[in-house]
């Protein structure tokens, strides 16, 4: 038996006979489960961004410090390439599974697993080809749990709730990018004890959320039928349909890749051309001042816009103060000039976080698809992980260094700004 698509977007009617799995939520979340999905999301991005910021770059550093950059740029391209298909698979599966365990817990756990497999594998990869080859299975497991956990925000979270869950989610993000960041300082140049520690709070980041979950059961009877071609269209979201949906993606996505050309080659920034110290120590500092900034924005940012109801103008405002942020680095390329960079990009990118998030959630297409629909907003966030090493690799090495990237990033993601004001159905 199919199931129609109902609209999940803001001002929609409230539709009857509809299974619990799928009807818009209207009771407030608990505490606890808000918890729960704090801390999948810390072990997600401490999996993520230890190995990005630093255990990469010094494995990288390791194999071939003449080519480190390049090196770098294969294995981040490669990993965020299976990114790219792990979002929407995952997350379309999960919408289709009738577990009774609900529809997404199965699916974090199954990506976590992997995401561990992949970073044990990482302590002793042998090779470039081994190092690209695990990362990719890292990618694949981590955003697979990503696009679980997200999908279970809007199918538990009511609209009024949202910009605040949005902001603890967010939350976990940046403690999840701090504790990788401690790691991977921790461990300094001896990066196979770092990638052993990052799968351990992966592991342990999801364990709670596996006993307070509460995912609701999709009843069998009302799983829609399944067709090869259905499957691979359904990846496909028209922007002409639902342009919302589609204004929302290319926001996202420019300022994401704006994001990630600025802290890709932090490591490197700071050692070739800050000539701090000791870099590593320098990334979990910097880390650091961007995490506390973006917990303070992510959580008063996300309470704000839902007590105003508005969602366009924080997301322009924050994506203005990202591109500054980038501006900074470009022309003040000294530890002063890092550490206010740094500020500063903590107080639009958590800002940003929240109330993105937010908005997306009102413009999804249908809450049959939830899963698979954030799973292709995700793509959003990956994408530009394949296309940050290219893009930033030929202007560091050839085409003026630090200052063109980083001012290269912040015309990018002010883009993202202008974009969003395409958005109608939310204000």
């Not at 810390?42 to 390791?62: H, M, R, S, T």
């Not at 290219?390 to 974009?419: D, E, H, K, Q, R």
């Amino acid at each position: 038996m199919a199931l129609e698509a109902q609209p999940t977007g803001a001002g929609a009617e409230k539709y009857a006979n509809v299974p619990t799995a799928l009807d818009e939520p209207q009771v407030n979340v608990r505490a606890r489960w808000t918890t729960a999905v704090v801390l999948v999301n810390v072990g997600i991005n401490a999996a993520f961004f230890g190995p990005i910021q630093v255990l990469l770059g010094q494995q990288a550093i390791a194999m071939d410090e003449a080519n480190k950059e390049g090196i770098l740029a294969l294995v981040t391209g490669c990993g965020a390439a299976v990114s790219l298909v792990a979002n929407p698979l995952f997350g379309t599966f999960s919408d289709r599974t009738t577990s009774r365990f609900g529809r997404r817990i199965p699916w974090v756990l199954l990506g976590a697993i992997l995401g561990v497999i992949g970073l044990l594998g990482l302590a002793v990869a042998p090779t470039v080809a081994a190092m690209a080859a695990l990362w990719c299975v890292v990618q694949l497991g981590c955003n697979g749990a990503l696009a679980a956990i997200t999908a279970a925000v809007p199918d538990r979270v009511p609209i009024r709730q949202r910009g605040t869950i949005g902001g603890m989610a967010s939350m976990g993000t940046v403690l999840g990018i701090l504790v990788g960041a401690a790691i991977a300082a921790a461990v300094g140049t001896n990066f196979v004890p770092g990638y052993a520690v990052c799968a351990a709070v992966l592991l342990l980041g999801v364990l709670y959320y596996l006993f307070v979950g509460e995912d609701q059961r999709l009843d069998p009877a009302l799983r829609p039928a399944f067709s090869w071609h259905a499957f691979f269209t359904g990846f496909w979201v028209s922007p002409r349909k639902y342009p919302d949906f589609g204004w929302a993606w290319i926001t996202r996505f420019l300022v994401n890749v704006g994001n990630h050309l600025v802290t890709l080659y932090l490591l490197f920034f700071l050692r070739d051309a800050v000539g701090y110290d000791s870099p590593e120590l320098g990334v979990l500092i910097l880390t650091g001042i961007y995490a506390i900034m973006t917990l303070i924005t992510s959580v008063i940012g996300g309470r704000w816009t839902d007590r105003v109801g508005r969602r366009k103008p924080f997301v322009i405002g924050s994506s203005v103060i990202i591109a500054l942020a980038a501006l900074i680095l470009a022309f003040f390329p000294t530890w002063a000039g890092a550490l206010v960079g740094a500020a500063v990009l903590g107080v639009g990118y958590g800002a940003y976080l929240a109330v993105d998030f937010a908005l997306l959630t009102q413009v999804l297409p249908s809450a049959l698809s939830r899963g698979k629909d954030l799973g292709v907003i995700n793509v959003a966030n990956s994408l530009p992980q394949v296309i940050a090493p290219v893009i930033a690799f030929p202007l560091v090495y050839s085409l003026g260094g630090y200052v063109t990237l980083y001012v290269v990033a912040a015309v990018i993601g002010l883009l993202g700004a202008v974009f969003v004001v395409k958005i109608r159905g939310v204000d």
